[in-house]
């Protein structure tokens, strides 16, 4: 790993990088939702663990607009004609 680290750097950051990001978000889930797994069968953990992942999501995305200071807009089942997502283009999305 050793020289891999080193004659091999830039292929060595990615994946660590993305190694870190990943050990944050688990770290994040546990510290918000808990460790522990409560389901009996193996559907139902893989259930609740996609949940937590859903929740946590759903937190960080709440989060972003409140301090990024976004205007979310949300779609109704009124709308008459499709939004065209060219329009977010010129608004900064």
């Known amino acids: 790993m050793w020289h891999y680290y ?3 750097r830039p292929e060595f950051n990615a994946h660590h990088h993305k190694r870190s990001n990943v050990e944050t978000a688990f770290s994040m889930i546990k510290a918000k939702f808990g460790a522990a797994v409560r389901a009996k069968t193996p559907m139902a953990q893989v259930n609740e663990v996609l ?7 759903i937190c960080v995305l709440i ?4 301090e990024l ?4 807009v949300f779609w109704t ?6 939004v065209d997502p060219k329009q977010f283009a010129f608004a900064g999305f």
């Open 63 to 66: 989060q972003s607009i409140y």
């Open 69 to 72: 200071g976004l205007e979310p």
């Open 51 to 57: 949940c937590k992942i859903l929740c946590h999501n």
């Open 77 to 82: 089942f009124e709308a008459k004609e499709p």
């Open 6 to 8: 080193t004659f091999g």
